[in-house]
Structures are given as structure tokens and as C-alpha cells.
């Protein structure tokens, strides 16, 4: 993510870069990355293959995941028309500042993360609160896919097929009480295992949190994920368990969740909280309303580079508006951005 930095000393070389020395660096990947799109495209036929696209690492599931793989509902949701980012780039271009800010470091440094066993607690303004193995958390739900658009504040832009459930199937479950309003999300903080959360330079203050409003995180399009391109996340994603919020900025789409906080006040988030006046709570996908220090209507879908530029304009609701608007009816969007 990009902020106004106050002090030279905080700053990182990746928010210093010109875009164009950026891009040039890239540059190289860009053109085998564009070949690779084309075989990125899933392989529909074999409805019980696990290996549905191209190119991906399988992975090694725990068995609660493999048990659900089988009885997916596969293109529940689907993008038409554009293609899906090929795995290598969804998965070794990420934003997970808990293993460092560069692009590259949660691949190379998310291999530490330990993700079994697991456990999710579940607290606040709910009937049912708790503290659950991931197995058991997730034995009432079915997977779908959902082939979705993930825009970035930072103007890039992917499409990534996200195996989950939706987030109101999870709330018949904790049952929220009538004071519940929002929804808070917390990550995981172990320094031990997160190198990021170390840095004595890092502007978070950990964990990572997110959140929604009750009904935004109601939205059929709202889920929890836990998985992507047919096998389950990837560290570097936001194993074993992350928000996918498709109509907003990926900020909010918080990874490797441990506490789910049914609350009755707007909750404090991460981004919020160090930029306010350039990151907000609801961080709808707007082309019309432009960060502080750089316009929204355009994006770059990846992968991109100088030589096969892939500039889009920037869809309202990131494409998901029919879906969507109607939950901020009424609601200036300049000001609640
Ligand atoms: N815990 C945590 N969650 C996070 C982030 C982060 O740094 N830490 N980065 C966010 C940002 S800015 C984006 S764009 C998406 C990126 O998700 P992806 O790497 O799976 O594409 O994760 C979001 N979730
Ligand atoms: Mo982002």
C-alpha cells in the first residue's frame, strides 16, 4: 500500500519508485506472463479434476479441505469475457505486509506461517461464541467458486477464481444478537512466524483489521475464502482462512483470519487508522473518486509490463454494481469513500 510518509527515514523503496522504473523492471516478465494468460484459462471438461487450471502448485490440503474440494460448486460465479490471472502471478504479486512490502516477499517469506492446526474464535454480539478448530469451523458450509475481479487501491487489478463460502451463511451459525452492526476481522499477530510484524519500521499496528458493515458482509457476493485456483490458499494468500469483498479495494479483503467480532460500532481498521484522509472504512471500488495522490479510473490487470500494456478503465463497484449499489443508497460516496 502507498502512503504520505512523514519521516524519510520510514520510507520503503517501493513506495518511492516511480511508476515507470517499476514498470520497466517488470517489463521482462510481461511478455511470458501475457503467453501464460492464454493457457491460464480453466479446463472445464474435467469437472472432478483437482487440477483445474494451468500452472498451479497443487498445493497439499488438510483432508477437511480435500473432503470439500469434491463437492464444490465449480463457476458459481464467473468474470465473462476477461481472462483469469495465471496462478504465478496471483501468487508471487501480493500485498501481506505481515512477511515484508515488496511484492515478491510474501512468497518468498510466507512459507513460515503455520497453518495447522488452526483456530478461529468467534466473539462479540453473537448467541454462539466460541473458539473452533478450522475443521470444525468449517464443516457447515460448501465450497463454491467464485471467479472474481480483485482491484487494488493501488490501481492494479486481477481476476482469481476464490474457492469460499458465503459470509451469511456464516452468520446463521454465530447467530448475531440485535445489537450486532459490524463485522471485525482480525489476522493473525505472531511475530515469531511473521517477519513483518519484527520490523521495527512497520507503520501497522498489528494485527491487521478489517471490517464490514452487517449488511455488506450479508451480500450474496460476500465470502470467506479458502482457497483459489482449485486447491487451497497458498500462504502468500491469506491461508487458511481471508476475507473476499469482490466490489471493494483489497485492503479490505483481509488475510489468515483467527477472530471473527460481531460488534455494534463502526470497528477501527488497519488502513483507516494510518491514512485516514487517504484510505477509508468502506473503500468501495470508485472510479470516480480519486485517491488524494493518484486517479482511480484506470487500472493495470495483470499481468502487465511496457511491452504488452493492459490498462482498463476501472469499473463502479468494480463491475459488481447491480449487485451492490443499492447498499449505499443515499449515501455520498465522495465522503464515505
Ligand atoms: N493481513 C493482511 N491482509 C491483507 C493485506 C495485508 O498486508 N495483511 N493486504 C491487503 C491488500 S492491500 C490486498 S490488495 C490484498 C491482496 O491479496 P492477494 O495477495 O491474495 O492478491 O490483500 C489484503 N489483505
Ligand atoms: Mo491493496
Known sequence: ????????????????????????????????????AVSALPRWAAAA?????????????????????AKTQWQAINVQGEAITPFKDATHYNNFYEFGTDKGDPAANAGTL????????????????????LEDFMKP?????????????????????????????????VEPTSKAKYIRFETLKDPATMPGQRSSFALIDWPYVEGLRLDEAMNPLAIMGVGMYGRELPNQNGAPL???????????????????????????????????????????????????RWTQARERRLPSGLFSPNVRETMMFNGYADEVASLYAGMDLRKNY
Not at 510518509?5 to 517488470?26: G, H, M, N, Q, W
Not at 497453518?115 to 478448530?133: F, H, L, N, Q
Request: proline share 8%; hydrophobic share 40%.
Open 1 to 36: 500500500m502507498l502512503i504520505k510518509l512523514s519521516k524519510a527515514s520510514d520510507c520503503k523503496e517501493s513506495e518511492v519508485t516511480p511508476e515507470s522504473i517499476y514498470l520497466s523492471r517488470r517489463s521482462l516478465m510481461g511478455a511470458t506472463a501475457a503467453a501464460m
Open 49 to 69: 479434476d483437482p487440477s483445474r487450471y494451468e500452472g498451479v502448485d497443487p498445493g497439499k490440503a488438510p483432508s477437511w479441505f480435500a473432503d470439500k474440494l
Open 114 to 133: 503455520k497453518t495447522e492446526p488452526w483456530s478461529v474464535v468467534i466473539d462479540g454480539e453473537v448467541g454462539k461464541p466460541g473458539r473452533y478448530a
Open 141 to 173: 458450509y460448501q465450497l463454491e467458486e467464485r471467479i472474481y475481479r480483485l482491484r487494488c487501491v493501488e490501481a492494479w487489478s486481477m481476476v482469481i477464481p476464490w474457492l469460499g463460502f458465503p459470509i451469511s451463511a456464516l452468520l446463521k451459525q
Open 242 to 292: 481471508r476475507l473476499v469483498v469482490p466490489w471493494k479495494y483489497g485492503f479490505k479483503s483481509v488475510k489468515s483470519i483467527v477472530r471473527i467480532t460481531l460488534v455494534s460500532e463502526q470497528p477501527e481498521t488497519t488502513w483507516e487508522n494510518i491514512a485516514p484522509s487517504e484510505y477509508g472504512f468502506y473503500a468501495n471500488v470508485n472510479p470516480e473518486v480519486d485517491h488524494p
